[in-house]
């Protein structure tokens, strides 16, 4: 049967300029999917103009009432949920986050069915959407800004002063980056958009242990992952499933590279079991030698002790001081400067937009309005019939 896709505005402040469906990718939608409609709600913020998708023949509309089906990026207002809709969107309440539990409350309250875009997997538990290739992309430009600003010695425009990833990376045809040592820490779709960035900008990629054994006249980079940085409490061997189980076994043996790198990018996936890369102690030690964080997954409290809280697209740097342990202003001497930006892929939404928007299309649409035959959106719907579903039954006590 055809279904009604809505595309809504986004309500969350500060506003998302992020779309799951670009203009192009409606007109897609309708003519693989025949007798499928398209209506979008009008929005001052985000990155196509309403005439944009009226130009391909999109109805734009405040009135979502004939939508089967409602396509978000962030977490919908209380006020906004519409009674006994389907909603796709990123909720952010699969780990309980406090901030979120009124909404999933009154998800149910009013018998919506809920699909979160985090929870789409494929069977080997890999996500099939995310915007984490766009944040490791700014989030390592922002390093290199952060880098300039600091020492003086170069300038470059941050992601949203720039109106592409094309523009973005033009940037850097002539410049010469000043030796810095890097490290990256994190395996997963962020730290890949991280290591895009690097590889496009040739920063020579060095071995753990070439980055702590050998001296650069150049910008290098090395990139950990988490059995590069943690080892088991008892000595015993390394168990990638044991961590992630039983991370409370496992210690941070991050020592050796803060004694030697000058740039921090932090894109690892976090639980609070798992102990900080570092100590507000050691921070304070001589030989504690990053002076640059960018802090792109932006856990609070989390692995980087100096992440005290998370900054904006327009206020996205703080200082740290080791000594006070308090904020200070940026790039003041003697301080660590960080970037902790919560929403780093706004700052290219059209790059962002277009490549969710064909992921979604592609792989996802696909099993909402013909057949899930491998149980993708089954497996994603957190709530349906005012009830959780089984798989997210251990969120019956968080929103009790």
Known sequence: MAKTIGIICEGKKPAD???????????????????????VQPSAHRCYNDDEYRIKGITVSDDMSECDILLGVKEVPVDKLIEGKTYLFFSHTMKKQPHNRNLLRSVLNKNITLIDYEALTWDAGNRILGFGRFAGIVGTHYAFVMWGLKYGSFALKVAN??????????????????????????????????????KKLKVHHVSPEEFLENEYDEAVYVHLRSEDYYTRKDGRPWDKSDFYKHAEDYKSSFKPYYQKADVMINAVFWNSKIEPFFTHEEMKGSDFSIKVISDITCDIPGPVP???????????????????????????????????????????????SIEFGEQLLRHVLPCLLMEDKENIILNATITSGGGLMPKYGYLSEYIA
């Open 17 to 39: 300029l992020r779309t799951p469906l670009t203009p192009q990718n409606c007109e897609d939608l309708m003519l693989h999917f025949p007798g499928t409609k398209v209506i």
């Open 306 to 352: 100096s992440t005290i809280r998370s900054t904006t697209i327009e206020a996205p740097y703080y200082g740290y001081n080791v000594l006070l342990e308090k904020e200070v202003e940026p790039f003041a001497p003697n301080s660590i400067d960080v970037q902790a930006v919560g929403n780093l892929p706004c700052e290219l939404p059209v790059d962002a």
């Open 161 to 198: 002063e720039v109106n592409d990833l094309t523009s973005l990376i033009d940037q850097y045809k002539e410049l010469s980056l000043p030796p810095m040592r890097i490290v990256l820490c994190g395996d997963g779709r962020v730290a890949h958009g991280s290591i895009e960035l690097l």
